[in-house]
Structure formats: C-alpha cells, structure tokens
C-alpha cells in the first residue's frame, strides 16, 4: 500500500462497510448512492470513520441520467450528510471516463 497516495474503497456489504468504517486504513470510502444500499448507514459507524479520517465520496453522475438513480442519490446523500455532520464529504462527477463528462457538458451547451 506504500506506493499509493490514497486509498478509496466501495463497500458493497455490510460487514465490508462496518470494517472500513471502524478498522480498515483507507482515505475514501466511496458509495453508490445511485442505488439502494444494501445497509443501512449508522450515524455512529460515520462518526467513527470521520475521527478515523476518513472522507466519503458522493458521485453525482447517476442523477444527471437517471430519475430513479436521481431520487435514490438525494435520498442517501442526505441521510449521509446528515449522519456525518457536513463533514468529511467529498463530491466528485464519478464518470469512469472522461468523454462521458464531456459528452454531458456539451450536450447542454447546445
């Protein structure tokens, strides 16, 4: 692990997502919010990972397509936000590739 800066997971369980909150040493930990969690996000396991110095991502990239995606990220990225106190949040496009933020950008110019 020496030869990264920083360290990003995307648990997808509830066992995984109580190790990187509590014992895992990671940066981010990264989240669909797109979609149902399959977990429920405790308020106290957030406080941990925030005293731990740990960061969460929100990728917004699923609400520009997607009206489910949409409703499903402002669900959870609120619940999220709010467990964690505004702090220690991250927002990021989350696009894989570059030409997709691109794509989205020039489509609404026009």
């Known amino acids: ?3 990264f800066d920083i360290v ?3 648990p997808t ?5 109580a190790q ?8 981010i930990i990264s989240l669909d919010l797109s979609k149902r969690l ?3 996000m405790k308020p106290k396991q957030i406080g941990q990972a925030i005293d731990r110095g740990i960061y ?3 990728a917004y990239s699923a609400a520009i397509h997607d009206t489910l995606g949409r409703r499903n990220l402002i669900a959870n990225a609120i619940q999220l936000v709010r467990a964690a106190k505004q702090k220690h949040i ?11 933020a691109r794509l989205h950008t ?5």
Do not use: Q, R
């Open 1 to 3: 692990m020496k030869e």
């Open 8 to 10: 990003a997971v995307n």
């Open 13 to 17: 369980t509830e066992k995984l997502w």
């Open 20 to 27: 990187c909150c509590e014992k895992l040493e990671i940066d």
């Open 38 to 40: 399959p977990f429920f």
């Open 56 to 58: 969460f991502e929100i």
């Open 90 to 100: 991250v927002l990021s496009s989350g696009y894989v590739l570059v030409v997709n």
């Open 106 to 110: 020039c489509a609404n110019a026009m």
